[in-house]
């Protein structure tokens, strides 16, 4: 266990839909990070929120955007959803930078 | 970030030790080579670091030859447990130092049989 939690743990949506995955991060780690991991491949950077801004910005379209909260939980919004868009989310902690943990992910399926 | 290349697939046995082999002809001075497990449905999870020559830890050992332009991810005497993707990764400070932005490549699946 990493003490990072991911809700919820599966999700299915319809094309064009907004989703909004969480993170909690494990305790006193102030950096959270998101990935995707598409079925077969591995996980690619997202974003990195440090202290509740954004710190980074993978290959992504503006539809992915993001929030960190003063607890230092996250959140991953994604806009217009598109059938590629099915993957794993994973969700990365750590303080600042030091050993990044992950949490289980986020199984979105759309359909 | 320096590329790497790994064989995308390996089988093996119980019992057996399993070397999986990284390339990244160009990797920088700065960079240090690391190994992540990741499960089905569950996020990667740090196994090993290292700069040159050799490292072990209670999981495994991580060789580097003198021109740094391979790795090799040694896992002795493998159990069930062990069939997971294995990535390789390269950064300056070392990957597991960089707070959590990691740059994957598409590892490599060992799959441990009985």
């Known amino acids: 266990e990493t003490g990072v939690t991911q809700s919820p743990t599966h999700l299915i949506k319809t094309r064009g839909q907004q989703v909004t995955l969480r993170c909690s991060s494990q305790?006193?780690?102030?950096?959270v990070s998101w990935y995707q991991q598409a079925l077969g491949q591995g996980p690619q950077f997202i974003f990195q929120y440090y202290r509740e801004e954004e710190n980074g910005r993978g290959n992504f379209p503006p539809r992915f955007s993001g929030l960190q909260f003063p607890n230092y939980s996250s959140e991953l919004n994604v806009n217009a959803l598109e059938l590629d868009d099915s993957a794993l989310y994973l969700c990365a902690s750590s303080l600042e930078v030091t050993e990044a943990f992950f949490g289980q992910g986020t199984r979105l399926t759309v359909v | 970030l320096a590329k790497t290349t790994q064989p995308i697939s390996m089988d093996s046995y119980e019992g057996q030790e399993v070397n999986i082999t990284c390339s990244h002809n160009n990797i920088a001075t700065n960079d240090y080579i690391t190994w992540y497990q990741q499960f089905p449905s569950q996020g990667p999870r740090f196994i090993i670091q290292?700069?040159?020559t050799k490292v072990t830890n209670e999981v495994a050992s991580l060789f580097i030859p003198a021109d740094r332009k391979s790795s090799t991810l040694s896992l002795p005497r493998v159990s069930l447990s062990d069939t997971a993707v294995y990535y390789c990764l390269v950064g300056e400070m070392g990957v597991r130092n960089q707070g959590g932005k990691l740059i994957f490549g598409q590892g490599t699946e060992l799959s441990v049989k009985p």
């Open positions: 305790s006193g780690h102030n950096t």
């Open positions: 290292g700069y040159k």
